[in-house]
């Protein structure tokens, strides 16, 4: 179920794999993404799951690759939910609320976790390459430290690496005057976007520390890609607070 995951003083971060699940293929295994076309029931049962593992409800915003951040309160809790199980419209959240579990869901894009060190704010945030460019992940620490955050910490997970993100040239230099580091190469030879790269530049430049789970999603079986497989599930990225 876990790729990856670290459990600390009541801190749950983790990134999730394809296995333990009911989905069926192309979707097979513990497919997250209400909105890709998989059985919604299977979907429903892989997130029951989920949260047994993690002792945690988990919540999830309707991700559109842009940078804006949902700010997960009591009250958008109590509210409506959308037709996918989500609570609002964003590629990021942010909540102080304790007890619960924040979700961004991927398949090549960057999961990002950002928690606080010192209080009890955590965010996630989704990006990829509209999204880096975007800077999704600054906004998040940005809505953090507004929210009172002073000593941030990221966690990144496993996304698409740069030898595996063919794009075209163009593609690669526009990305590239936003986060230089960015710019790849990929098996080939060939223009590439290295997106988690990018996203790392951007946390470590607004000061924080990042810690980067290894994994190329292309390249591991274990990971859903979009780049290899086009119609396919979604992993998740994680972030949790117990209490
Ligand atoms: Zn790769």
């Known amino acids: 179920m876990f790729a990856w995951r670290d459990d600390d003083a009541g801190l749950v971060r983790a990134f999730t794999d394809r296995h333990d699940g009911v989905s069926s293929p192309p979707f097979a295994g513990l497919n997250l993404g209400a909105h890709v076309g998989d059985d919604p029931q299977a979907v429903a049962t892989n997130r029951v799951r989920l949260e047994e593992a993690l002792g945690l409800a988990t919540i999830w915003a309707d991700q559109v690759h842009g940078s804006e951040v949902v700010h997960v309160t009591q009250e958008l809790l109590?509210?409506?939910?959308?037709?996918?199980?989500?609570?609002?419209?964003?590629?990021?959240?942010?909540?102080?609320?304790?007890?619960?579990?924040?979700?961004?869901?991927?398949?090549?894009?960057?999961?990002?976790?950002?928690?606080?060190?010192?209080?009890?704010?955590?965010?996630?945030?989704?990006?990829?390459?509209?999204?880096?460019?975007?800077?999704?992940?600054?906004?998040?620490?940005?809505?953090?430290?507004d929210l009172g955050a002073v000593r941030l910490r990221a966690t990144v997970g496993p996304s698409v690496c740069g030898r595996c993100y063919e794009v075209p040239d163009e593609m690669r230099s526009a990305a590239a005057l936003v986060a230089p580091v960015s710019a790849a190469v990929t098996w080939t030879g060939t223009p590439a976007i290295d997106v988690a790269s990018g996203v790392v530049d951007q946390l470590q430049g607004a000061g924080v520390p990042v810690q980067w789970v290894p994994g190329c999603a292309?390249?591991?079986?274990?990971?859903?890609?979009?780049?290899?497989?086009?119609?396919t599930g979604r992993f998740a990225g994680i972030l949790g607070r117990a209490s």
């Open 218 to 231: 292309r390249e591991d079986d274990a990971l859903y890609s979009y780049r290899r497989d086009g119609r």
């Open 78 to 145: 109590d509210g409506p939910r959308t037709g996918t199980g989500a609570v609002g419209v964003g590629d990021a959240m942010v909540t102080d609320l304790p007890g619960l579990a924040l979700g961004v869901l991927v398949a090549d894009c960057t999961p990002v976790l950002v928690h606080d060190e010192d209080g009890a704010l955590i965010g996630v945030a989704h990006a990829g390459r509209p999204g880096m460019v975007a800077g999704v992940a600054l906004h998040l620490v940005e809505a953090m430290r």
